[in-house]
């Protein structure tokens, strides 16, 4: 199994942006596909984007689509969430997952075997 940290969260003010890094453990990192999920307090985790095993596909939810941008780099076993235009609702605690099953149904945190710890992400109006 790969264990996943964060890092890269923090305060960035409305219109700004910032990239957050997801580091995998362990030899099969380049199976697995990965998601971003994240959860805003008081509300339950949701979806936010997905990249398959070899890259070639990404999803996004919809209030992040054209803001963010998934990505992964296999040579380092670490997968990336850049964000751009953030608003203050993308207040959350972000967390990396890996999906070992190439499951289709991406948006299912049921999909995903292993989770990070999170990383705080904060954005000021």
């Known amino acids: 199994q790969v264990q996943l940290v964060e890092s890269g969260g923090g305060l960035v003010q409305a219109g700004g942006s910032l990239r957050l890094s997801c580091a995998a453990s362990?030899?099969?990192?380049?199976?697995?596909?990965m998601g971003w999920f994240r959860q805003a307090p008081g509300k339950e985790r949701e979806f936010v984007a997905a990249?398959?095993?070899?890259?070639?596909?990404?999803h996004y939810a919809d209030s992040v689509e054209g803001r963010f941008t998934i990505s992964r780099d296999d040579a380092t076993n670490t997968a990336y969430l850049q964000m751009n235009s953030m608003e203050p609702e993308d207040t959350a605690v972000y967390y990396c997952?890996?999906?070992?099953?190439?499951?289709?149904?991406?948006?299912?945190?049921?999909?995903?075997?292993?989770w990070g710890q999170g990383a705080q992400v904060t954005v000021s109006s």
């Open positions: 362990g030899r099969t990192f380049s199976r697995y596909a």
């Open positions: 997952a890996g999906n070992p099953w190439g499951s289709s149904r991406y948006e299912s945190s049921s999909s995903y075997d292993c």
């Open positions: 990249i398959s095993w070899s890259g070639a596909s990404t």
